[in-house]
């Protein structure tokens, strides 16, 4: 297996992600897939268990905001949502 040496000062303004693409970059293939497999052995297990719908109304509401994901829409924030809101509410302005 390979092991990564960060040089001090070599490249003191880039990042860490940009150091990791160069050293990346002068990988052979075989220490490439050790390094995909050690960066996937790394990754934390997720906690969130994927969300499933229970009633008939939540099953098509999700169903068209996948559709919507799918084509490229951008969802709302919670802050967005809660300024929409108010704006259609007509109270976003009032003084």
């Known amino acids: ?3 990564f040496v960060i040089l001090s000062g070599k490249a003191d303004n880039m990042g860490k992600e940009e150091q990791l693409l160069e050293y990346w970059r002068d990988l052979p293939p075989e220490a490439k897939e050790q390094v995909l497999a050690l960066a996937k052995s790394l990754k934390p297990p997720s906690t969130e268990k994927e969300f499933t719908p229970q009633t008939p109304l939540a099953q098509k509401l999700w169903s068209i905001r996948q559709r ?3 084509s490229g829409m951008q969802l709302l924030t919670e802050s967005e949502l809660e300024q ?5 509410r007509g109270g976003y302005n009032e003084f």
Do not use: G, H, P, V
Request: proline fraction near 0%; aromatic fraction near 10%.
């Open 84 to 88: 929409e809101l108010a704006e259609r």
């Open 1 to 3: 297996m390979y092991c």
């Open 68 to 70: 919507a994901i799918a």
